[in-house]
């Protein structure tokens, strides 16, 4: 949102101007100010964010409407076998965006007919670990806290990873450009965290703003971002809207968006969330 002068003749004339993003489009669309900037500008571009806001939010609880609707229409069979689909796809990329060369069809077979593809065996037991506590994390609503976390990431890494699985990390790391905080500020900067997973506001945007401020604790050695991946979801599921998945293919924008702050992280968050969900806000 910012304001635009344009000048007719002798004349200027001032708007402001708000980008929208719809249909895959940004549309650019202009409120008239007038000759001058308005003394209550400040007013006037929060009263236009508050309806930004409450448009958004529509939009969320349609989703999620629909998307319950659809769910509850189900038998329970169907559900397991679109919540296995959904492991699959899950697991397959997250496991991708961290370097694991096993591909989609070998996920597959791996969680459902056990079949172990020509691949190194740290590949193959990080995905059915991975594969078995995404199910486990959205068949159980538990309270997140510290134990909870620390159980995902030993049950993944466990055989992989022995040294740091389940173990916040007790020594520094830098992620590319970024130094994590202090491992001695971890513990702290975690329980922090986990205050903040009660707070009350939209579960989407709840959900990219825990994986944000998780990722940059960055916790453990490594893992962290398959970590702060089933937060999300565990965010998502268990306040009853659809998950998100981030893609192997998308990886970049999601990695550029991890860089900026954390409003801008959001609206990125929140903008995917619309675009893979957008089916279910056509009533």
């Not at 965010?235 to 954390?262: C, F, Q, V």
């Amino acid at each position: 949102m910012h304001i635009v002068k344009r000048k007719k003749g002798k004349q200027e004339y001032y708007y402001l101007q708000i980008s929208q993003r719809k249909k895959g489009k940004v549309i650019n669309k202009e409120v008239y100010l007038g000759k001058t900037i308005p003394k209550d500008i400040e007013k006037i571009k929060e009263s236009l964010e508050q309806e930004q806001i409450k448009e958004l939010s529509q939009k969320l609880e349609q989703i999620k409407e629909n998307f319950q609707s659809e769910w509850k229409k189900f038998p329970k069979l169907i559900q397991e076998k679109e919540l296995a689909q959904l492991a699959i796809t899950f697991t397959y990329n997250t496991n991708a965006i961290e370097g694991s060369t096993i591909t989609l069809e070998e996920t597959r077979e791996i969680i459902e007919e056990q079949i172990a593809p020509n691949k190194s065996l740290k590949e193959i037991k990080e995905t059915e670990a991975h594969a078995k506590i995404f199910l486990e994390m959205l068949q159980k609503k538990e309270t997140i806290t510290n134990t909870l976390i620390l159980y995902w990431h030993k049950e993944i890494f466990g055989q992989t990873k022995e040294d740091i699985a389940g173990k916040y990390r007790d020594y520094l790391v830098r992620v590319g450009n970024y130094r994590a905080p202090d491992w001695q500020e971890v513990q702290d900067l975690m329980n922090k965290l986990l205050g903040r997973i009660k707070e009350e506001q939209n579960p989407v945007e709840h959900a990219a703003r825990i994986h944000y401020q998780f990722e940059k604790i960055h916790p453990f050695g490594d893992g962290n971002g398959r970590i702060g991946r089933l937060l999300i979801n565990y965010i998502l599921w268990h306040n009853g809207y659809p998950m998100l998945i981030i893609e192997y293919k998308k990886r970049k924008s999601y990695y550029k968006a991890l860089t900026k702050d954390e409003e801008a992280f959001v609206k990125y968050f929140l903008r995917r969330y619309l675009a893979i969900h957008k089916k279910r806000t056509i009533s």
